[in-house]
């Protein structure tokens, strides 16, 4: 009974779609994890970010009318969450843990609060078709079997993603401004003397994280659900935070962090059919992940200053 | 600290609270909130508190109801709000008791809060008490205890699951010739939220009437997990569709399930809403919604409260009172699904078809 | 890059235009960490090409007041001049705009990255946003590599270079940067004698080139080798601006130290006893896998100081960690044999012992790297004078609750008997100065009443005044019949307190040589060879190493 | 250091020690200590102020006033009366549970998010031996859940230390995790295999005879035969799980000051390095603190399922509760202290139960309890202390006056002078104090809140 259904999922592009689609909605806060804590700033606020930009996302595309803006809304607000986090652990050289606690915590409660007095309490109506982020068919390659599902029927953001993954990936690996990025990361003392502006490539790291999770919640609640629901990300920020550890703090690893734990949550909902417990069925994404850590990657190594604030010639 | 001047420090100081506090100030000026302002006025003043379980206000589902009939009876009556969100778990029996303290009549939402009831009703037997699904269950015990203070309000999500099932199953066997957006695979889907007994009478109700209108349909069932996380939803109700052609999709997930209705709308086929009339959402493809109506039960027991008729033996909120339904119809539901479900009802108001809580095999 | 091309020119042609005659001159510099004045009106004043020496003492303020120059610290009041113009150095940036290069102490490298990567950082070829050009950043550096005659592989990465080398880079990283000023901050601590005298080398050849050279220094002999003038700093506030010929060693001491300084270690002959540790055809691997112990025996008797010389990396730390059962031995064996007086008691095989068992059977071990491994910074005193016998039964009941009383006594004791200067032994150790800390550690190791003390690098960063305690202390523990393993990159620390010098090169001894012998000997055998080839080979390894 | 610094121990100061210096220390120690939540909750509450008055409607008297009247109910709320004492303390219990946990982690410098999973571990085993065996006699079945508790959340944390020791798997992943499967897992038993006959996805009451009594009722039955008895004990709520937690806390205490094990364990958090040179195995110490982390989490659960009403596992109870989460705000607030987890737990179980009745009393919407909380924790995150310092010295700097000015800024320049044998010829080193040791005797929070990897930077700083 279980393998038959089991070979038939697994064969279906539909759960390949699904699991590079929830695949795409980590990847985008974990680029931001992997861009911020390659820059020595930890961040574990990308659920709080990522919420923000659910909510700004939908409520100014309502009152603009407009996706675009709406999406840039999200994309700001998430900015300015993460400036926050930056002003708090760069300048303020806060616990940059406690901080990221404390922006979920302050996000979780802000989206809710201004969701009810939005509302009322009745809840954001789905939004109509125009006001959403649109599924890009190509075409001809959408009408590829199985491919044409899996890689050419997705949501513009999710392009967008891969585009931003590999811009990622060339910008820390193969540019000036990505060596600069991880000398700061890993030693600032000598990005400092080596006339970096240590602090500058931070913030500007931590924003950019912020813009990233920003974006991954515009895609969550103006590409896939189409409106607004209180804690909406339930906790997927933390399992890109995860995916960052996990890809060795690089965005390709990431990548395939992500895409393991996004067909680890697509298999849990079709696999129902063999009869399995639903409950069970959904641990499935982080056993896989927890597998993957013990046999494939082991150690990995975060940047060397990650997560200490930086204090040009400190009193010791 | 060569990059940190003070003013510097300050200024960051006040940016980060003035965002947070940006946020709260903007959303003021939209629709302002707060029910402070009412007055009461004449009549006997009542007192009446509102519990949420952790679902919270807008949890899109009975919360959220819950609150609907409560606001209304508020402008009606003219008390002050006083609503209690409760955070956990383990919140609920102090909740009820600081509301017990204050409220005069106590409403907790959700049969979580079963044995919380049970508990602050026997201390304060002076007040009264209302539960959302539920009634007095001491620890321990599977039973409702009878107390002369508690008023259990329960539903037959069933029978509301009943007749949104016949409806899809008359649209199915009309099949594809009358309504063309179907897939012809006899094949019609529930995404719930979790399997818990709210969430599964609605199912078995849905499931129990389309197999009687027709032996032959397929209902699949799954469940995603979460009662918040959208996509989860939309994901489970699209593999439904991709994977076994379904093309009526029930959502029982509140506002998770909100999803599903617009993996639905996406995908050309039919969702079907629950709880609250979710026919708004999508006009078009949401053809109905399956009603709980927990805002008229609250409404009802706050207005026999005021007139000094609270009752601990309320009527069931079942389709015989009018407790459950079904909500709008869209424009493409043939009035021979219409008529299936009302003759359905019929019988179930006659008693003579009696709708299981538990999901058929 | 193109700046780098005229700048230096530009600067000799008009000496005397400049208000100021100085290259760099720094008036009034006051500058106050909570709690401690570093720098109290600090003057300085460097001539336009000359190599100008920056002496104290550790803690006189000579790297604060250079990271003020440099930028990295703000002060609190003062002026600086560059070039006879008053300038505002808000940060490294403004210093490497005005032509200022600095060679940390601490090298300023990023480990992971290549040669090249790290000397082009900030200001690569193309600008911040353009892709990172391997080849041009290569070619660049091996222009410049080849100008200034520094060979280097701009593709090795700096983790897998030698100390010496990484030096060399953080010179042309400063070249790079077109730096006509340049700031050397205790530059000679991590180098041979042979490295020593080549740094000097470059440093006269920049000098001669019109670079005007800052040297940070407590070594008096590299002053008076190298330099044409001498500012000597103590506590904070100047003391002496001295001109080299003029001036000899003891006078800069007296200045650095505020008293007469005792230059050697005085000592008798020392009487060998039993032998005490034993070590027979010791192998191990580092950490990065490579052999790096190849076959060492020898002996170490009861009453004697052997000293390890060597270039640091050629397996002295391992050597270490292995004798004290922090690194595991591939192959081979160690004994330690206890002794009372003549009399050779019972013999311990160590060989596979963890730290605890190997301090049980009697050995004391002074680490290397003291703040590392060797104190808990942030705990007291009277806890760090426990680590790693804290479950003698004298410390704790049972193996496990700790007998505070008997800690703090122990504490007080040591503080006592070693004069560790601190008004209560419940202070952070991190509160105490570098001397200080390293006398807990001294202490604790000598009071344990070991048969066998290893000492690595114990005088590494401490002061005079600390030195001269640690030495006497280690030649009274030799007298009192213990063996004594002293292993140090300081040659003159191993030739005055040795007995014997065993040397090492690439994990083998290479020789084990008297204290007599020369320091031109010593160097030659450090670098694995005899005269005629060890200078090729120097040039070789700095050229070839890829 | 914080631990041992907030306890004088010796009645007589040691012989380089005069009287005044260690009274001088202790002072700045309890003062700093205390100075800095206190100054953080002010800051948070002050900033709470302004939302309120931001969300209130009316003149901006009649906001002050709605602010200050919420204030005055989430107060009274929490502490006002001994029925809502009670109520808070026991919100306090799993907070003092839960954050004994993560500061027992963050001792070894591991940062447990997962003791929300090792609390859910606990209850859920402890409920399934409950339910097993349910005729057994309190005397025996009463200390077996407990204990199975105990070991259930024991062995949560300790496979995150084992997957650290020999996998090298980052903790913050792993409890993360570890989190949502036992979340899940309980959801399935609650569900399935523990399910309650004929109810809904929860476990049957746990049976009566491992009920854990009331405080009120206890104390009716033993020291109230002798003094004035409560009337009405059933109103207060809270069991003697919070006598538990008040033993853990001093257990806590007793472990980590006062036994090689926690002296060891502060070695391997503080410096690993030195930890291998004394010859303490770093990873055996990982897997042993994690595990007792996760016991002392377990045992949270444990004790609320024991000693609550309903005395039941619920489903998605754990996934929604964020005790787990505001323990990592309590045990940094308490800065690793027992002392300091104790007033955290107090705060935050205050604040939760107090929300509720501001929320009820005020109209102020329940999720502004949340962001006040959210500004509490930055307040606690971000070290202010130091930057007022830094403030003081810019001002008096204009004086030219170095001394002076390190004296204000540090505070303990008065110690050069302290040793007995101070007034000796100042031989080697007259230095007592390195100034990285004035800064962090000056701000001891700092001293706190570094990692290692701040540490080797510091030295990296080289000498000034």
Known sequence: ?316 | MRNGGIPARIVALLALFCVLLAACGGSNTGSSGGGSSTTPTAQTPISVALVTDIGGLNDRSFNHLAYVGYTKAMNEFHFTRQVIESKNQADYVKNLTLAARSADLVFAVGFLMQNAVDQVAHQFPTKKFAIIDGCAVPAGKQDCESLPNVAPLFFKEQEAGCLVGAIAAQMEVDGKTKISQLRGHNTIGAVGGLPIPPVTRYIAGYKFCAKKVDPSITVVINYSQDFAATDKCKDAALSQINQHNADIIFQVAGGCGVGALDAADQAGVFGIGVDADQNYLHPKSVITSALKKVDVAVYDTINDYAHGKFTNNPPRFDLAHDGVGYGTLSSVVPADAKSKADQLADQIRAGTLVVPENIPS | ?546 | ?464
């Open chain 4, 1 to 464: 250091m914080a631990l041992q610094t907030a306890q004088p121990r010796s009645p007589t100061p040691p012989a380089l020690e005069t009287r005044s210096t260690t009274l001088l220390l202790w002072l700045r120690r309890v003062g700093s200590g205390l100075g800095r939540p206190l100054l953080a909750l002010a800051l948070a509450l002050i900033a709470g102020l302004i939302v309120i008055m931001i969300t209130a409607s009316g003149s901006l008297f009649d906001r002050f006033n709605a602010a200050l009247l919420a204030y005055g109910y989430l107060f009274s709320g929490a502490f006002g009366n001994a029925a809502n004492l009670s109520f808070s303390l026991v919100n306090v219990t799993p907070l003092i549970f839960t954050g004994l946990s993560v500061a027992i982690a963050y001792r070894a410098r591991l940062f447990n998010i997962g003791a929300e999973g090792q609390f859910a571990a606990g209850a859920i085993l402890a409920a399934f031996v409950g339910m097993k065996c349910s005729t057994w006699p309190g005397w025996l079945l009463t200390p077996l859940m407990i204990v199975a508790g105990s070991l259930a959340g024991a062995l949560w944390g300790g496979i995150v230390g084992l997957l650290k020791a020999w996998r090298g798997a980052h903790e913050v992943v792993t409890t993360i995790m570890l989190n949502w499967i036992i979340f899940y897992v309980s959801d399935w038993l609650v569900s399935g295999p523990l399910q309650a006959p004929g109810q809904a996805d929860q476990t049957p009451s746990m049976p009566p005879q491992t009920n854990l009594p009331k405080l009120s009722v206890l104390y009716n039955q033993t020291l109230g035969h002798f003094l004035p008895t409560i009337s009405q004990p059933e109103q207060y709520v809270v069991d003697v799980g919070f006598l538990f937690a008040l033993v853990a806390l001093v257990a806590y205490w007793f472990l980590m000051s006062r036994t090689t094990f926690g002296y060891e364990t502060r070695v391997v958090g503080e410096n690993p390095r030195a930890a291998q040179y004394a010859g303490i195995s770093v990873k055996r110490n990982v897997v042993l603190v994690m595990a007792l982390a996760g016991l002392f989490a377990g045992l949270g659960g444990t004790l609320q399922l024991m000693g609550q009403y309903p005395y039941e596992v619920v489903g998605q109870v754990f996934r929604n509760d964020t005790t787990g989460f505001d323990a990592i705000g309590v045990a940094l607030l308490g800065r690793m202290t027992a002392i300091g987890i104790f007033l955290g737990a107090l705060l935050f179980g205050g604040m939760r139960q107090g929300g509720s009745l501001m929320q009820l009393k005020a109209n102020v919407p329940g999720d502004l309890v949340y962001i006040i909380e959210a500004l509490v924790l930055f307040s606690i995150a971000v070290r202010f202390l130091p930057v007022i310092r830094q403030a003081l010295v810019k001002r008096f700097s204009a004086a030219r006056q170095p001394t002076v000015v390190a004296a204000l800024a540090g505070g303990v320049v008065d110690l050069d002078q302290a040793p007995a044998n101070g007034a000796e010829a100042p031989t080697m080193n007259d230095q007592p104090l390195s100034e990285s040791g004035r800064a962090a005797l000056a701000d001891d929070g700092s001293g706190q809140a570094q990692t290692p990897a701040q540490e080797r930077q510091h030295q990296q700083n080289g000498e000034a």
């Open chain 1, 1 to 316: 009974m279980f393998w038959p259904i089991f070979l038939r999922v697994i064969t279906s592009g539909d759960l390949w779609q699904a699991s590079l689609q929830f695949a795409a909605l980590l990847l985008l806060p974990a680029l931001g994890g992997v861009i911020s804590e390659r820059s020595g700033v930890v961040n574990i606020a990308m659920e709080g970010m990522m919420l923000i930009g659910c909510y700004v996302g939908v409520a100014v595309t309502l009152a603009s009318h407009s996706v675009l803006v709406g999406v840039l809304a999200a994309i700001i607000a998430g900015g300015l969450l993460a400036l926050v986090h930056g002003v708090v652990s760069i300048h303020l050289k806060a616990d940059q843990i406690i901080s990221g606690i404390a922006i979920n915590v302050a996000a979780l409660g802000l989206t809710n609060y201004l969701n009810i007095v939005q509302t009322g309490g009745q809840g954001i109506p789905s939004l109509a078709f125009n006001l959403r982020l649109p599924v890009l068919s190509w075409g001809p390659l959408a009408q590829l079997p199985f491919l044409g599902q899996v890689l050419f029927q997705q949501n513009v953001v999710f392009y967008l993603a891969i585009v931003i993954l590999l811009g990622l990936q060339f910008l820390l690996f193969r540019t000036n401004l990505g060596l600069r990025i991880r000398a700061v990361g890993e030693h600032p003392q000598a990005a400092d003397t080596a006339g970096i502006p240590v602090r500058l490539i931070r913030y500007a790291c931590v924003v950019a994280s912020g813009l990233l999770s920003g974006l991954a919640g515009a895609f969550l609640a103006l590409g896939v659900a189409g409106t607004f629901n209180p804690n909406m990300t339930a906790g997927r920020g933390f399992i890109a935070l995860a995916a960052v550890v996990f890809g060795k703090y690089t965005p390709l690893g990431a990548a395939g962090a992500c895409l393991i734990f996004g067909l680890g949550l697509a298999l849990s909902v079709r696999l129902q059919d063999t009869g399995i417990d639903s409950n069970l069925l959904a641990t499935l994404p982080y056993i896989l992940t927890i597998i993957a850590l013990i046999g494939l990657v082991g150690r990995t190594v975060a940047p060397a200053a990650d997560g200490v604030p930086y204090e040009p010639g400190s009193a010791e």
């Open chain 3, 1 to 546: 890059m193109h700046e780098q091309e005229k700048t230096p020119l530009a600067q000799a042609a008009d000496p005397d235009l400049a208000a100021s005659p100085y290259a760099v001159e720094m008036r009034d510099i006051c500058k106050a960490w909570p709690g401690v004045v570093a720098n109290d009106h600090v003057n300085l004043r460097v001539r336009q090409g000359e190599i100008h020496a920056l002496v104290g003492e550790n803690g006189a303020g000579k790297t604060t007041l250079m990271n003020i120059l440099y930028g990295l610290v703000r002060p609190d009041s003062g002026e600086i001049f560059v070039n006879g113009e008053r300038v505002h150095i808000g940060g490294p940036r403004d210093a490497i705009r005005l032509h200022i290069g600095m060679v940390h102490q601490h090298f300023m490298l990023i480990p992971p990255l290549t040669v090249a990567e790290n000397i082009v950082l900030g200001q690569e070829p193309g600008g911040p946003m353009a892709a990172y050009d391997r080849r041009r950043a290569r070619e660049l550096v091996l222009q410049l590599s080849a100008r200034y005659g520094l060979p280097i592989d701009p593709d090795a990465r700096i983790e897998k270079l030698s100390v010496g080398l990484q030096q060399r880079v953080e010179i042309l990283k400063a070249l790079y940067r077109a730096a006509d000023i340049l700031i050397l901050d205790e530059p000679t601590g991590v180098l041979t004698p042979q490295e020593t005298y080549e740094l000097f080398d470059v440093l006269r050849v920049l000098s001669r080139q019109g670079k005007t050279i800052i040297f940070i220094t407590h070594k008096l002999r590299e002053v008076l080798d190298l330099t044409d003038r001498v500012t000597v700093l103590r506590r904070g506030r100047n003391v002496g601006e001295l001109v080299t010929r003029e001036t000899n060693q003891t006078e800069i001491a007296r200045l650095m130290v505020g008293r007469e300084v005792l230059l050697r270690v005085e000592k008798r002959s020392a009487r060998p006893g039993p032998v005490v540790l034993r070590v027979e055809n010791l192998h191990a691997r580092s950490d990065r896998g490579l052999e790096a112990l190849q076959g060492i025996g020898f002996e170490v008797h009861a009453g004697e100081i052997l000293g390890i010389a060597g270039v640091e990396g050629n397996g002295q730390s391992e050597l270490v960690e292995v004798l004290t059962g922090m690194r595991r031995a591939t192959a081979g064996r160690m004994t330690i044999t206890h002794t009372s007086g003549e009399q050779a008691g019972k013999t311990y095989d160590i060989t596979g012992m963890s730290p605890r068992e190997v301090r049980l059977v009697g050995v004391a071990h002074i680490p290397e790297d003291r703040r590392g491994s060797g104190l808990v910074l942030s705990d007291t005193i009277e806890n760090n004078a426990i680590l790693g016998r804290e479950r003698w039964p004298r410390f704790a009941w049972a193996r496990f609750i700790l007998r505070l009383r008997e800690i703090a006594q122990w504490a007080r004791r040591l503080v006592g008997e070693f004069d560790v200067r601190t008004p209560s032994t419940r202070l952070p150790v991190r509160a105490l100065s570098g001397g200080n800390q390293q006398k807990v550690i001294v202490a604790r190791e000598f009071a344990a009443d070991p048969q066998l003390l290893i000492a690595a690098q114990p005088t590494r960063g401490v002061d005079i005044g600390a030195i001269e305690f640690i030495h006497r202390r280690l030649v009274e523990q030799r007298d009192a019949g213990k063996a004594i393993l002293l292993v140090s990159a300081e040659l003159d620390e191993i030739r005055s307190l040795s007995d014997r010098i065993a040397v090492m090169y690439e994990g083998r001894i290479v020789d084990i040589v008297t204290p007599e012998a020369s320091e031109e000997e010593l160097g030659l055998l450090m670098t694995g060879g005899r005269p005629s080839e060890a200078s090729r080979e120097e040039q070789a390894q700095a050229t070839g190493d890829s």
